[in-house]
């Protein structure tokens, strides 16, 4: 159990430009979710995986924002045109998905910094 | 929109005492998880403590242990014989009909020697 890594820890961008992040989730883990964590705040929910499948997307999750788990291996969340309000921690998390609302393992996140 | 609140934006406890974090929330479910979260100074988010909402018994979790109070909506973490390595940022959070967590803003507990 090599718990779920995140690629990259820190990412500093201009505003407009695009930015990709990965996630490694554990490797049995069925269940995969994207948050956004931001100052002072705790993580705010953005999408879910099962499998390859993303089944639920919440509003925050704009047109600029597109996220992928192709092979319902890792998964790569992507924002386009990014903008300063972006700025947060993005934090990825894994299930086994065998059942409803079990323990999550959290990676350290990516922070991402748009100036 | 289903909401948690944390009305404890800070705490202290001395080592070896006890303290109780403070969580409410609001929720339409009839059957819904709660969680308490632990975030220590830049690693990784763990759980502490999960609560079936349907299950009366207060979860437990060595030191850790909660005060579910459902009529109240109440869910508040008690930390015995704090220790030094539980100083961290604590989340109330609560599921809702998917997947999705709702967190609170956090407490931030610090642990004195």
């Known amino acids: 159990d090599t718990g779920v890594s995140q690629d990259p820890r820190h990412k500093i961008t201009k505003r407009g430009q695009n930015v990709t992040f990965r996630c490694d989730p554990i490797?049995?883990?069925?269940?995969l979710y994207w948050y956004r964590q931001t100052l002072g705040q705790g993580p705010e929910f953005l999408t879910y995986?099962?499998?390859?499948?993303?089944?639920?997307k919440s509003r925050l999750l704009s047109d600029r924002f597109s996220a992928e788990r192709p092979k319902g291996s890792f998964s790569t969340l992507e924002i386009q045109r990014t903008e300063q309000g972006d700025s947060a921690m993005y934090l990825c998390a894994s299930d086994l998905g065998t059942g409803r609302n079990e323990k999550l393992f959290f990676g350290s996140g990516t922070q991402l910094s748009v100036l | 929109a289903q909401t948690v609140t944390q009305s404890q934006p800070e705490m202290s406890v001395q080592e070896a005492e006890t303290v109780t974090l403070s969580c409410t929330y609001d929720t339409s479910e009839s059957n819904y998880y709660l969680f308490w979260y632990k975030q220590p100074p830049s690693r990784q988010m763990i759980l502490v403590i999960r609560?079936?909402?349907?299950?009366?018994q207060n979860a437990t979790e060595n030191r850790f242990s909660v005060n579910f109070q459902k009529a109240a909506k109440s869910f508040s973490l008690k930390i015995s014989d704090s220790q030094l390595g539980d100083t961290a940022m604590y989340f109330c959070?609560?599921?809702?009909?998917?997947?999705?967590?709702?967190f609170g803003k956090g407490t931030s507990l610090l642990v004195t020697p």
């Open positions: 959070a609560s599921s809702n009909s998917g997947y999705a967590l709702n």
């Open positions: 490797s049995e883990h069925n269940r």
């Open positions: 995986f099962q499998n390859e499948a993303q089944l639920e």
């Open positions: 609560q079936e909402a349907y299950k009366q």
